[in-house]
């Protein structure tokens, strides 16, 4: 078993509804700053937010960072995402929203990962390691919206 830390962020345009997620995990196993684009359209942020979530501990999983039995510290700015994740949100409404938490219940099976959510405060000017690594996810999730925005425009 082992900490794996992930500092997850979304960006969706509320035009176009095109959304894209970057984030960060270590763990003693490796570490990896990733980004992408949303293979769907989702009708507001929050929903997006859960979504990048769901991917960073997908992807996390699957290159090895992140394995069977490991403890997950999941940061995220969106505390209504963590709110639904945890089960303070007793009924959401939003049905992308309800499906990542699903989601990530079946990983959390399937990998016997157990979860701890911690909010970081987006778009400040703290300087620590968090709300560094969380503006360097938020950029990475900007850069995958516009670059799938404009995909979908051409």
Not at 25 to 30: E, I, K, L, M, Q
Not at 79 to 84: E, G, T
């Amino acid at each position: 078993m082992s900490l794996v830390t992930i500092i997850s962020d979304a960006s969706h345009c509320p035009k176009t509804k095109i959304g894209g997620f970057g984030f960060w995990a270590v763990s003693t196993r490796g570490r990896h700053a990733g980004s992408g684009s949303f293979k769907k359209k989702f009708r507001g942020s929050t929903p997006a937010e859960a979504s990048a979530v769901v991917n960073a501990v997908f992807i996390s999983l699957r290159l090895g960072i992140a394995a069977k039995g490991d403890r997950v510290l999941i940061q995220t700015d969106s505390l209504h995402s963590i709110h639904v994740f945890t089960g303070i949100t007793k009924k959401c409404k939003d049905p992308d929203t309800m499906n990542a938490k699903l989601e990530l219940a079946k990983l959390a099976s399937k990998y016997e990962l157990t979860f701890d959510f911690r909010h970081v405060r987006g778009h400040t000017g703290v300087d620590d390691q968090r709300s560094k690594a969380q503006r360097h996810a938020d950029q990475r999730a900007k850069t995958a919206m516009k670059k799938a925005r404009s995909s979908a425009a051409a």
